[in-house]
């Protein structure tokens, strides 16, 4: 499974120690059709394989190698109806925002009524309010940096079955090509913001020794367009593993785009795809 409902917040910075993993990450974003080799189902719960976790100390900002963290891009905002002033004094998390009118084409729309964020139609996260807006806007602008970074170096990447939308206690599999030999790195970031990881924890393998890799989990809530997202490389992803899970089980997407920029190295692969689901 990979579905946690936590609302802690929290706003991480990366830790200096892995200055030594740093690299700039060519990525693209790709979907290919494959056979996968099928490596089981995990279904986890609250607590498994979860253990306490430092928090990143607070040295971001101080690091000479923060420059090469791409930037968040500014997302626009605006009610879909009611008052403006429901949005008034709304700070941001990570990523920049504006507020504009529903008629002025914004990126995300946000519906007091029925508590949905919506973008181009597409419900992104269910049952927010208006202090979860600064979450959302960070994931949002995630997808977005994610887009950008498409360059050169994809890892192929597509969910099964093909259904559209998918509902609590479906089955989904995630299915990777060309893994041989390759370290894997894979979690996915809700609709709010929440960063999960999947695979490795505990005892997994951290390469892969078949041409092809499978992983199925179990969707539940909080409901929303979910981004799962795999980054392999031919040699070890401890740094990048040790990131993910220190922002695993918190509304920190908008930290991601750094923990990769500092720690993927440069020959590294990134697939990312949507997943979308409902009550």
Request: aromatic share 4%; net charge neutral; glycine share 8%.
């Amino acid at each position: 499974m990979r579905k946690i409902s936590i609302r802690r917040r929290r706003n991480p910075a990366i830790n200096p120690s892995w200055r030594p993993h740093l690299g700039r990450l060519a990525a693209a974003l790709l979907t290919l059709s494959f056979s996968p080799a099928h490596c089981g189902v995990r279904l986890l719960s609250p607590g498994d394989a979860m253990l306490p976790l430092n928090a990143f100390p607070q040295m971001m900002e101080a690091s000479p190698d923060a420059g090469k963290a791409p930037k968040l891009d500014r997302i626009r905002v605006a009610l879909s109806a009611g008052d403006a002033s429901l949005l008034a004094g709304l700070k941001p998390q990570a990523a920049p925002f504006d507020i504009v009118a529903a008629s002025e084409g914004p990126d995300l729309i946000f519906d007091p009524g029925s508590r949905e964020a919506i973008s181009k139609g597409e419900i992104i996260a269910y049952d927010v309010g208006a202090d979860d807006l600064p979450d959302v806007i960070d994931r949002m602008a995630l997808a977005d940096g994610l887009a950008k970074l498409a360059a050169a170096r994809p890892q192929s990447i597509r969910l099964s079955p093909s259904g559209t939308v998918r509902r609590k206690g479906d089955k989904v599999e995630v299915e990777l090509g060309d893994m041989l030999r390759r370290a894997l790195v894979l979690f996915t970031v809700s609709g709010d913001g929440v960063v999960q990881a999947l695979y490795p924890i505990g005892a997994d393998a951290r390469v892969i020794t078949t041409p092809t890799f499978a992983w199925t989990f179990q969707v539940r809530e909080p409901f929303g367009t979910d981004l799962i997202v795999a980054i392999t490389a031919p040699q070890a992803l401890d740094a990048l593993d040790r990131g993910v899970e220190e922002l695993s089980h918190y509304r920190s997407a908008g930290e991601v785009l750094k923990m990769i920029a500092l720690t993927a190295p440069p020959d590294a692969r990134i697939g990312v795809a949507a997943l979308l689901s409902e009550p």
